[in-house]
């Protein structure tokens, strides 16, 4: 039996150990329901307190519950460690690190470079490795593929590469890591068999592609998509400003179409890890090619711009009740980056929060599930949402809107509201 019949025969019995770099947003869901498919799972973080809380049964991620995380320990199914010499205990490596941007917009691939270094120090014949962090097209056979032959092991003899792009939406309350098809391209055939393979047990649907670079450019695809098209209707919410038409109206009612249009809606920027990052992995890549990705770059400029537009809108509404924003008060409505989460991630609350306090307004804000961040050197902590709260603002600017949150009762009480996320009903 070949090494590679032999993976895929184990983890038909479950007789594999998964082991999962990175458990955050996307390893430790991951981790979870690997583990309720019956594998034994070992999480590897570099922190401490992570890894501390997980074995004591808390879960610092909100899309896996104390009791699911307790259960899968209970079983001994699931423990974390931070000895990263452990990682020639698993036959299976599913690498979750983050990828973020340097300060120059470029790709930041140190936490993929550390892994990949941590994993050839103990790399074993008979071992799975499969990269899920979002990155350029050429990570995986560039970055990867050249490290881990360097130990003399053969691709696709005696180990396997692949890469499976990781698509977590956090508090989805429909779709999560087992009932979201999964793309697996590998580097060989014979890798994207055996990835598909091991993730089996726990995803009720795999999607082949027929290389690295295929599922790398996927994930890249599905986020650009989504960037380019909430910049369209983000230009289209200025568009309407200026002509002073309700753009919401406009997008309902184009909405009714049937075929042929597909509804984003505008707002004040692009937060998360996904869609304000991952277009810039795939221009990046361009550029080194001779190719400038025009749209891409145009989605990204209007985006980013979305919280200066709303800052405007806010000193015209405060400038309408003879007011400055130097020296008003404005309370801030969601900080999260969207609805019913605590993620921060690049969330353009904190751009225009920013912005405001650069202008000389006195910020607050509400946030049912941030209660307290910091920015800049400056600790931020959420203010009560009452009567006198809202009674005391200048101006209160919606964000992010959250369902615990009564919009209604702010209309009537509060003196001034710029809603960026059309969170208010129009009728009472």
């Known amino acids: 039996m070949s090494v590679a019949q032999d993976l895929i025969a184990r983890a038909e019995r479950r007789e594999l150990l998964f082991g999962i770099v990175g458990l955050g947003y996307v390893g430790l869901p991951l981790a979870v329901e690997l583990a309720n498919a019956g594998y034994r799972v070992l999480g590897f973080d570099v922190q401490q307190r992570v890894v501390d809380g997980l074995n004591a049964r808390r879960s610092h991620v909100k899309d896996v519950s104390d009791a699911q995380l307790a259960s899968a320990v209970a079983a001994g199914r699931f423990s974390a460690t931070t000895d990263m010499g452990r990682l020639a205990e698993p036959d299976a490596v599913s690498i979750c690190v983050p990828t973020p941007l340097s300060k120059f917009k470029d790709p930041d691939v140190s936490y993929i470079v550390a892994a990949t270094e941590a994993i050839k120090q103990r790399l074993r014949r008979g071992q799975a490795i499969i990269l899920e962090s979002t ?33 977590v939406d956090p508090g989805n309350p429909t779709y999560g890591t087992r009932n979201t098809p999964k793309v697996v391209g590998g580097i060989t055939e014979d890798c994207s068999r055996v990835a598909a393979a091991l993730y089996q047990p726990a995803i009720e649907r795999l999607v082949p592609v027929s290389t690295t670079e295929a599922a790398e450019l996927v994930k890249l695809l599905e986020n650009t998509f989504r960037s380019v098209n909430i910049g369209l209707v983000n230009e289209m919410a200025i568009v309407c400003d200026k002509l002073g038409v309700d753009v919401w109206e406009v997008i309902e009612a184009a909405a009714t179409k049937p075929f042929g ?106 946030d049912p599930h941030v209660p307290s961040f910091e920015e800049d050197g400056h600790e931020f902590r959420s203010v009560p949402l009452d009567p006198a709260t809202v009674a005391a603002a200048d101006c209160i600017m919606i964000v992010t809107d959250h369902s615990s949150i009564d919009y209604r009762t702010i209309r009537r009480n509060a003196k001034l509201v710029v809603d960026t996320r059309n969170a208010m009903p129009k009728e009472d």
């Not at 130990?151 to 003899?157: N, Q």
């Not at 990046?284 to 209007?302: C, P, Q, S, V």
């Not at 989460?341 to 609350?349: F, G, K, Q, V």
């Open 135 to 167: 990155t350029y097209p050429g990570t995986t056979r560039e970055i990867l593929l050249p490290a881990l032959e360097s130990t003399g092991l053969r691709v696709g003899e005696d180990f396997f590469l692949a890469f499976s792009p990781e698509r």
């Open 261 to 366: 249009f597909m509804k984003f809606l505008p707002g004040p920027g692009l937060g998360g890890h996904c869609i304000p990052i991952d277009p810039h992995y795939l221009a990046w890549k361009m550029r080194g090619l001779n190719y400038k990705t025009r749209f891409i770059d145009l989605a990204g400029e209007l985006n980013t711009e979305m919280p200066l537009f709303w800052v405007r809108k806010l000193a015209e509404a405060l400038n309408g009740e003879g007011k400055a924003v130097r020296g008003a008060s404005v309370l801030v409505l969601g900080v999260a980056y969207k609805r019913d989460i605590d993620d921060l991630r690049e969330s353009p609350a904190l751009d225009i929060i920013r912005l405001l306090e650069g202008q000389g307004a006195r910020v607050t804000y509400h």
